[in-house]
């Protein structure tokens, strides 16, 4: 069964610190994506990174995908409000690339 | 972009009855969906991958005679909470896959938020 281990598992920040938040497997994905998910919704993909050493932004938002395609990191700068929520990494791959997720990563930005 | 609706979005049903999830890709077609579950404050555990024609394939702990399953045409499939009891109360969600070039793309649903009393 591939796992994926997020970490940290729960985040309270101030308005305009950084964060990053770790996703970590032992299996090698062919992609892997990370989702932000509200209260009472479907999640909302932020971003797939599909190539080993790979660094895509968007905005303010930094997503790594390891050079083993094994971990992956998603960095905030300056978090705001707005950026509360679930976030979480899945990754694609095996025979059916069906879509495993992390553990979750629960952040709250205190204004 | 492709968009994917699931109905009911909240359901309360009576212990023992049975409740049935939609799950529609309106604008392009899925032969592949995915049916995840989720408790508060957790991710998303993914219960069984519905193939369009045949049969679904449950991943492991998962009741396959409890959630059936039904992927009759490839913009829809349908999960069937048979016999509900309070502990399947839950946060059901499916997720549609569609070919984009030589990668797949995933859209959700919005969820369904199932409490049985």
């Known amino acids: 069964t591939q796992l994926l281990e997020q970490s940290p598992q729960f985040l309270s920040i101030q308005e305009g610190e950084n964060l990053t938040v770790y996703c970590n497997s032992s299996?090698?994905?062919?992609?892997l994506q990370w989702y932000r998910q509200e209260p009472g919704e479907g999640p909302v993909l932020l971003v797939t990174?599909?190539?080993?050493?790979e660094v895509k932004k968007l905005k303010r938002l930094t997503f790594q995908f390891g050079d083993a395609r094994k971990d992956s990191s998603l960095h905030i700068t300056a978090a705001q409000p707005g950026d509360t929520g679930l976030y979480l990494c899945?990754?694609?791959?095996?025979?059916?690339?069906?879509?495993?997720f992390g553990t979750g990563t629960l952040l709250a930005v205190q204004p | 972009g492709a968009v994917v609706s699931q109905h009911p979005s909240r359901v309360i049903c009576k212990s023992g009855t049975s409740v049935k999830i939609e799950c529609r890709s309106l604008?392009?077609?899925?032969?592949?969906m995915f049916w995840y579950r989720q408790f508060p404050k957790q991710s998303l555990m993914l219960m069984a991958t519905?193939?369009?024609?045949?049969?679904?394939?449950?991943e492991q702990g998962v009741e396959k005679d409890k959630f059936l399953i039904n992927h009759a045409s490839l913009t829809l499939s349908t999960l069937t909470v048979t016999s509900a009891h309070p502990e399947d109360s839950s946060f059901y969600i499916c997720?549609?896959?569609?070919?984009?070039?030589?990668?797949?793309?995933?859209?959700f649903g919005s969820g369904t938020r199932l409490t049985v009393v």
């Open positions: 604008d392009f077609q899925a032969t592949t």
């Open positions: 519905s193939n369009e024609g045949s049969k679904a394939t449950y």
């Open positions: 990174v599909v190539t080993g050493g």
């Open positions: 899945a990754g694609a791959g095996g025979a059916t690339n069906k879509l495993i």
């Open positions: 997720s549609a896959r569609a070919q984009r070039g030589l990668r797949f793309g995933y859209t």
């Open positions: 299996s090698v994905f062919s992609s």
